[in-house]
């Protein structure tokens, strides 16, 4: 039997949040925040039979990115469209999951997980997950994403090409994050707004929040009084 790998303990920790940019317009504006989540391997039980691998649940970033333009004829704010992507699907070796991707397993060397000194001696992903196959371990691990808007214009990014350009626009994401397999998941909604060239929202809220609480005027209105007001 293989050596199996479980998640537990995923979360969105809120001392690690920080909000970035949006001073100037050159600033992309946006958060970083870090899914955090303990790794816990149970030892292959046939020995050298059984392999060096090890059954690891797969990543689920799930995304969906709303935009929306300013009518200045009606003044008011118009939905435009959405993409809708698991982000780790779409591009697992991105910067944002490299630890995942390529160093799940060694990073269960680091010192903050107390590794014992046979696998602290491991200095590459493929001896630390053989190692930890044949004898298990548990460990910590965080993934941190950095999602931000121009300011002043339209952006790639990883969920593809803007459906708003230019210095006046409002992206909300929708996300919902977890592994195969495991039911736990964690849930958060960033709002970002700019108008003009200004930011005028910028705002993120943990939880499983509904697109009419996001879209509701009063909202708006109250997280854009809060960044005027220097409450992020």
């Given at each position: 039997?293989?050596?199996?790998?479980t998640?537990?303990?995923?979360?969105?920790?809120?001392?690690?949040?920080t909000?970035?940019?949006?001073?100037?317009?050159?600033?992309?504006?946006?958060?970083?925040f870090?899914?955090?989540?303990?790794v816990?391997?149970?030892?292959?039980?046939?020995?050298?039979?059984?392999?060096?691998?090890?059954?690891?649940?797969?990543?689920?970033?799930?995304?969906?990115?709303?935009?929306?333009?300013?009518?200045?004829?009606?003044?008011?704010?118009e939905?435009?469209?959405?993409?809708?992507?698991?982000?780790?699907?779409?591009?697992?070796?991105?910067?944002?999951?490299?630890?995942?991707?390529?160093?799940?397993?060694?990073?269960?060397?680091?010192?903050?997980?107390?590794?014992?000194?046979?696998?602290?001696?491991?200095?590459?992903?493929?001896?630390?997950?053989?190692?930890i196959?044949?004898?298990?371990?548990?460990?910590?691990?965080?993934?941190?994403?950095?999602?931000?808007?121009?300011?002043?214009?339209?952006?790639?990014?990883?969920?593809?090409d803007?459906?708003?350009?230019?210095?006046?626009?409002?992206?909300?994401?929708?996300?919902?994050?977890g592994?195969?397999?495991?039911?736990?998941?964690?849930?958060?909604?960033?709002?970002?707004?700019?108008?003009?060239?200004?930011?005028?929202?910028?705002?993120?809220?943990?939880?499983?929040?509904?697109?009419?609480?996001?879209?509701?005027?009063?909202?708006l209105?109250?997280?854009?009084?809060?960044?005027?007001?220097?409450?992020?």
């Amino acid at each position: 039997m293989k050596a199996r790998m479980t998640i537990d303990n995923l979360s969105i920790p809120y001392e690690r949040i920080t909000t970035v940019g949006g001073r100037l317009s050159s600033d992309p504006a946006g958060h970083h925040f870090d899914l955090s989540f303990r790794v816990n391997v149970t030892p292959r039980k046939l020995g050298k039979l059984s392999g060096t691998d090890i059954e690891s649940p797969v990543l689920q970033w799930n995304e969906r990115i709303e935009w929306f333009r300013y009518d200045d004829e009606t003044r008011q704010w118009e939905f435009v469209g959405e993409v809708e992507k698991d982000m780790y699907a779409f591009k697992p070796a991105s910067n944002t999951f490299r630890i995942w991707h390529s160093y799940r397993h060694l990073m269960a060397t680091d010192d903050t997980n107390r590794p014992p000194a046979a696998l602290k001696a491991m200095k590459s992903d493929e001896e630390a997950k053989k190692w930890i196959a044949e004898n298990g371990f548990s460990w910590n691990l965080a993934i941190r994403d950095v999602p931000a808007m121009g300011i002043a214009g339209g952006s790639g990014g990883g969920g593809g090409d803007s459906l708003v350009t230019g210095d006046t626009r409002r992206r909300v994401i929708y996300f919902d994050l977890g592994f195969s397999g495991h039911a736990e998941r964690v849930k958060l909604v960033q709002i970002l707004e700019t108008f003009k060239g200004q930011l005028t929202i910028c705002h993120l809220i943990r939880g499983d929040i509904q697109k009419a609480t996001v879209d509701h005027p009063q909202n708006l209105d109250r997280w854009r009084f809060q960044l005027s007001s220097g409450v992020r």
